[in-house]
Structures are given as structure tokens and as C-alpha cells.
Nanobody, 125 residues
Framework: QVQLLETGGGSVEAGGSLRLSCTGSGYPGFSRFCMAWFRQSSGEEREVVAAIDSGSTTIYADAVKGRFAISRDNVRKTMSLQMNNLRSDDTAIYYC??????????????????WGQGTQVTVSS
């Protein structure tokens, strides 16, 4: 079955960096799908952080532009999120997600076919 395995969460002080990775397995054609990172903090709705489509075009939430960078390695079937200059409001559970299609437009929950289990990121100020 389809699995998305996240690694790399943890605790860091404000201004620090973390790198999240997601490995996809159980399905063919990793490169054909939009991949994304979502996050959910306590009491808030899940929100998209960054996404990368099948052509490696990227999109970012305004809150993370200039600080986060998403990338993918289709040979290794991995997607990564480099997070720099972290702030306390970046604290959340971060989820890897695979869309149903190659495009990342209108990337709400209905567009997501599969979710990872989530990894906690905690930023202390």
C-alpha cells in the first residue's frame, strides 16, 4: 500500500534550522504526483506550507516564503523541506502529502490522496 514516511522533526531554538524528509513507497510513478508539506498547530486547521508539482514548480505559503525550501528527488522517491530561520509560530505537526494529480493548484485537503503520519517540529523562543 501507499506509504509516506517522514523523518527529521525535532526541537530547535528560534532562528535555527531543520530539514524534513519524506519517502514515498508502494506506488509507481513518484515523479508524476504533486507532493506537499502541510502543518497543523494546536487548535488550528491543517494548512499547506509548500508544494512541488510534477515539473518541480514550487509554491509556498506567504508565512514561509524566503525561509523554507521544498525539493524532490524522483530517483530516490523523496521530498524534502529545508526550514531556516525558524520562528515559534512554525511549531506544529508537519505532514507529508501526495496529491491525486501532478498539479498543485487548489491544494486543499480534497486534493490529497495520501498523508504521512506527521512529525513534530517545536521551535522555542
Amino acid at each position: 500500500q501507499v506509504q509516506l514516511l517522514e523523518t527529521g522533526g525535532g526541537s530547535v531554538e528560534a532562528g535555527g534550522s531543520l530539514r524534513l524528509s519524506c519517502t514515498g513507497s508502494g506506488y509507481p510513478g513518484f515523479s508524476r504526483f504533486c507532493m506537499a508539506w502541510f502543518r497543523q498547530s494546536s487548535g488550528e486547521e491543517r494548512e499547506v506550507v509548500a508544494a512541488i508539482d510534477s515539473g518541480s514548480t514550487t509554491i509556498y505559503a506567504d508565512a514561509v516564503k524566503g525561509r523554507f525550501a521544498i525539493s524532490r528527488d524522483n530517483v530516490r522517491k523523496t521530498m524534502s523541506l529545508q526550514m531556516n530561520n525558524l520562528r515559534s509560530d512554525d511549531t506544529a505537526i508537519y505532514y507529508c502529502a501526495r496529491a491525486w494529480t501532478g498539479g498543485c493548484g487548489n491544494l486543499g485537503a480534497p486534493a490529497i490522496g495520501y498523508w504521512g503520519q506527521g512529525t513534530q517540529v517545536t521551535v522555542s523562543s
